[in-house]
T-cell receptor, first 113, second 113 residues
Framework: QKEVEQNSGPLSVPEGAIASLNCTYSDRGSQSFFWYRQYSGKSPELIMFIYSNGDKEDGRFTAQLNKASQYVSLLIRDSQPSDSATYLCAVKVDGGSQGNLIFGKGTKLSVKP | EADIYQTPRYLVIGTGKKITLECSQTMGHDKMYWYQQDPGMELHLIHYSYGVNSTEKGDLSSESTVSRIRTEHFPLTLESARPSHTSQYLC????????????FGSGTRLTVV
């Protein structure tokens, strides 16, 4: 069974700190990796995607991918209370654009002022 | 600005009623999806479609049905609503030719009384 695992949290960090969110996946053939943010009662919104090993930065967000370890993470620098949400890791497990995303259960992040 | 629209946003309906949840997207995406999500819980894929006249069942068994007569439209129907159908229903779409993840609609929160 293809799985995406996340620590459900809650992860609590003080305002201004770095929040580190982690995700592991079971399928070595996975090619594409996505991070979604979901505020309570709202729908998920895409914040980052990464395809290659290494780091990808976008503003305060950095996605990190290590395919050998089957590990993807999201770092949020200078965390703000508005970052408080559930973060979903998603992995495309089938080759090519036809595959579906497999979502993790999400990590709830709380940023304390 | 959302390019994928779901209506209604909220719906309270009596047991046994037939309901259709609407989803439309203006992005020309080939693939569309329906997810079910209870508050604070994970996403469950219930239906998806590769394009016109294509529909597939997802990972979670559902008593709902879907149709895809037009590329932009992917309605979900419950023939006889039950209290166990109370949940949030999220529609999403993606482009088969590009690997940019899914775009989600705002969701329909359904309550069956």
């Amino acid at each position: 069974q293809k799985e995406v695992e996340q620590n459900s949290g809650p992860l609590s960090v003080p305002e201004g700190a770095i929040a580190s969110l982690n995700c592991t996946y079971s399928d070595r053939g996975s090619q594409s990796f996505f991070w979604y943010r979901q505020y309570s009662g709202k729908s998920p919104e895409l914040i980052m995607f990464i395809y290659s090993n290494g780091d990808k930065e976008d503003g305060r967000f950095t996605a990190q991918l290590n395919k050998a370890s089957q590990y993807v993470s999201l770092l949020i620098r200078d965390s703000q209370p508005s970052d408080s949400a559930t973060y979903l890791c998603a992995v495309k497990v089938d080759g090519g654009s036809q595959g579906n995303l497999i979502f993790g259960k999400g990590t709830k992040l709380s940023v304390k002022p | 600005e959302a390019d994928i629209y779901q209506t209604p946003r909220y719906l309270v309906i009596g047991t046994g009623k037939k309901i259709t949840l609407e989803c439309s997207q203006t992005m020309g995406h080939d693939k569309m999806y329906w997810y079910q999500q209870d508050p604070g819980m994970e996403l469950h894929l219930i239906h998806y479609s590769y394009g016109v006249n294509s529909t597939e069942k997802g990972d979670l068994s559902s008593e709902s049905t879907v149709s895809r007569i037009r590329t932009e439209h992917f309605p979900l129907t419950l023939e006889s609503a039950r209290p166990s159908h109370t949940s949030q229903y999220l529609c999403a779409s993606s482009d088969l030719g590009q690997d940019y993840g899914y775009t989600f609609g705002s969701g329909t929160r359904l309550t069956v009384v």
